[in-house]
């Protein structure tokens, strides 16, 4: 199976691929609207093949937003949408990115892909120990 990962925001989204066992931050994609971001959703499933979206919810309104947001993905690209909590995420990804050596201006143009790989994969590790 492969799994694409998403840490949904209000203007990007951090996305992490999953081939096996093992998250990988892809990329993160700005946007304008959420129209091309479905549209360009669709081309990475498309493109990688995957098998089932995973959105992350985090807390407060950010997390209806998510919701609503997997729903979209859900109607636009057809394939089947987990939800995954994703609370802390985006510290933890600062955390290892300062612990790797990581530079500045890296870590902040990668952490909501390494926030999504994070996420990922703690869905992946609960598959597989259920």
Sequence with gaps: MRY???DY???KVGIA???GPLADPYKVLQFRSEDDLLKTLKTIVENE???VIVVGISEREIAQASSEFAEKIRKHIGKPVELADET???H???EKAIE???RRSKRRAMEDALSAAIMLQSYLDILEFS
Aim: overall charge negative; proline content about 0%; charged content about 25%.
């Design 17 to 19: 691929i999953a081939y």
């Design 9 to 11: 925001g209000e203007r």
């Design 88 to 90: 802390l995420t985006t």
């Design 92 to 94: 933890d990804a600062h």
């Design 100 to 102: 790797s050596g990581m």
């Design 4 to 6: 694409l990962g998403i």
């Design 49 to 51: 093949r995957i098998d």
